[in-house]
């Protein structure tokens, strides 16, 4: 049985939702306004929700004037369709150490709100002035999941891992200087991290770890509802 729509330019994965959980995510560089509201339409129709990623928003200004209940949001270049059918338990926690870095923050953030996570953020709190991620120490203490997004040389996610025990989500960003070469920096600096326990996703990758945090919340989620009394 065909379990995808076949628009000839591209083939609409409908049952990605009954696989993993979520629906198709569309990414919107490269493809034209009409071939992404083509895909919008089929989601919609099947899902009636769709996330898309990395949207102009010259191409953001014509989807809206077709799907008027769509959300874009500028900073994160994401437009949104449509609420969570469900909210996790828990909360994700999304850090960045400087302000250049809030676009890979918000399209995390946005993600993981998308997905059904409840979202804390705190930004502009990187280890050039310490005092600021330590002024919210308690608070990064009390979340389920952590995303830590930094540019530069990296270094927060190493020292929010060495804070917690709960999963720390690393994302390296293309904001720095010469050597930061692009973001290889940091990213080689976060594989290379002596905090146990933390995970890395790929340069600019804030979609990548708020997805992670949604399936570590989801299994969590499954896991309680499966509980059984110790008899």
């Not at 089929?42 to 799907?67: C, D, G, N, P, Y």
């Not at 150490?97 to 996570?117: K, P």
Request: proline share 3%; charged share 25%.
């Amino acid at each position: 049985m065909k379990k995808f729509d076949d628009l000839g330019f591209c083939k609409v994965d409908t049952d990605r939702e009954d696989r993993t959980g979520y629906p198709e995510v569309i990414y919107g560089e490269g493809k034209t306004s009409d071939h992404i509201s083509q895909i919008m339409d089929r989601l919609i129709s099947h899902h009636q929700k769709v996330m898309i990623t990395r949207l102009s928003k010259e191409k953001a200004v014509t989807l809206l004037e077709a799907f008027p209940q769509a959300k874009y949001d500028e900073t994160s270049r994401i437009l949104l369709y449509g609420e969570p059918t469900r909210q996790y338990a828990g909360e994700v926690m999304v850090m960045c150490a400087g302000t250049s870095d809030l676009f890979v923050a918000e399209e995390a953030a946005l993600t993981a709100e998308w997905m059904g996570c409840k979202v804390k953020r705190v930004y502009d709190v990187g280890v050039a002035g310490i005092d600021r991620l330590l002024a919210h120490r308690e608070e990064i203490t009390k979340a389920s999941v952590l995303i830590v997004v930094a540019g530069m040389e990296g270094a927060l996610p190493s020292v929010v891992g060495g804070m917690v025990k709960r999963p720390v989500i690393a994302v390296p960003t293309s904001v720095g200087y010469g050597a930061h070469l692009e973001g290889l920096t940091p990213l080689l600096s976060m594989l290379t991290s002596c905090a146990s326990g933390m995970s890395v996703v790929n340069i600019d990758n804030g979609f990548g770890a708020a997805y992670q945090a949604a399936l570590i919340l989801q299994l969590v989620s499954e896991e309680v509802s499966n509980e059984k009394p110790i008899s």
